[in-house]
């Protein structure tokens, strides 16, 4: 396997800035549209940081525990900047009951130092196939947790 680094596609900084302006502006900066711009500035950043949330609740007018409850809410926002790499865990019921517990414990371990970014999903349609990770949009399909460690750069006893 060869995974490539994914193709964040972020613009400049200044750039973003006015980008995310124009979107609350878009929504008369209303926080009803939240959600919708919590994703905005996750595709211009690439991750939602706490100056960022807190300068979206002033702009919004919502109180900062209100912004970061809905963004941590959803599995899909991150709050670090992405790596170099990106790995999913399938954390769906047919996954969990073929052992993606242990799996998604290998890659913590293995992640943690590298330059992987790892997030969990809930299905990813390839039940057939448990457990299954997704290394740089590569399925590993009924992968071990010691071979998804290796992947990730780490070592594991499973
Ligand atoms: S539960 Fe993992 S692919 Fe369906």
Known sequence: ??????????????EREKLLERAMARHHNSGDALI???????????????PLLSKMARRLNLPPSHV?????????FRFEPPKKHSAIVCLGTACYASGAGQ??????????????????????????????AICDGIPLARVKPGDLAAVLGGKHDG
Do not use: K
């Open 68 to 76: 970061l409850g809905v963004a941590t809410f959803y599995h899909l």
């Open 36 to 50: 919708e711009i919590l994703h905005t500035a996750q595709q211009l950043y690439g991750y939602l940081s706490r």
């Open 103 to 132: 799996l998604l414990a290998a890659a913590q371990q293995s992640a943690s130092e590298g330059e992987w970014t790892l997030t969990t999903g809930r299905c990813v349609g390839s039940c057939g196939l448990a457990p299954i």
């Open 1 to 14: 396997m060869n995974p490539t680094a994914p193709d964040l596609n972020i613009p400049a900084s200044d």
